[in-house]
């Protein structure tokens, strides 16, 4: 039975994209082992902390899943790609109805406190304490096309390379599958002249301000469009301060947000029955 805040958290249609994703349970010839649980309870658990951002021995019973099931799950979803799988499955259905806008992309990051972990590191913003980096490229509506995660010292500009080559191939109202923005808009901590060569190899036109010359004002009618995406992703309360000791886990919790960011988009998108 899915109670009105599980369908809330994870409408049919949502989970109808993600539920063919999910790695099935096989039992252990040797028996033993954990047993099958709801599959749809522990990935609505799963959303319920990265929304709520509730430690996870918090989970409210009424899921009808353990905490130790819950958590156990999430991990081993992680190891098999699933939220990168339901990031990109989201996406090809934006993309399948023409909603992706190719025509220019916006890269940006955003630093978060850690408590510890890899990928940590001295927040230079933030008087020197720990944290990590949300690093994000969208398209130009503001749609999530990749995502990462580094230790908060890093410089932006090292972001750029893993996340144009991390956009996957998005399925296309017409024609082929499609990976590459027209353009791509930056501010000044990308300006390095490398990564315009890099960039512009790619057949991406490039559209970063330059230091010293160029105000990153000048970049605001469209970096706003990043900004909001910046707000949307850490609407989502796990993102907030990271807990997770392991970085995979905290970039899988960002990844999902990402996934229901663009689902989000894809549920107002759909006309009214």
Partial sequence: MV??????????ELWELAEPLLPKFAPRKQGGGSAPTDQRAVFTAVVYVLTSGCAWRMLPPSFGVTVPTA???????????????LHRAVLDELGSQGLVDWSRAVIDAASVRAKKGDLTGPNPVDRGKSGSKIHVLSDRAGIPLAVGVSAANTND???????????????SHRGPRRRKPSKLHADKAYDIAELRRWVRDRGIAVRIARKGIESSQ???RHRW???????????????????ERKASHFCAFLTLAAALSCYKKLAKAKPAT
């Fill in 225 to 243: 469009v990043i900004e909001r995406t910046m707000s949307w992703l850490t609407g989502y309360h796990r993102l907030n301060l990271r807990f």
């Fill in 3 to 12: 109670d009105e805040l599980s369908r809330r958290l994870v409408p049919d």
């Fill in 71 to 85: 958590h156990r799950r999430f991990t081993v979803w992680t190891k098999a790609g699933l939220w990168r799988r």
């Fill in 218 to 220: 000048h970049l605001g």
């Fill in 157 to 171: 500009a090292e972001a750029l390379r893993p996340l144009v080559k991390a956009i996957p191939p998005v399925r």
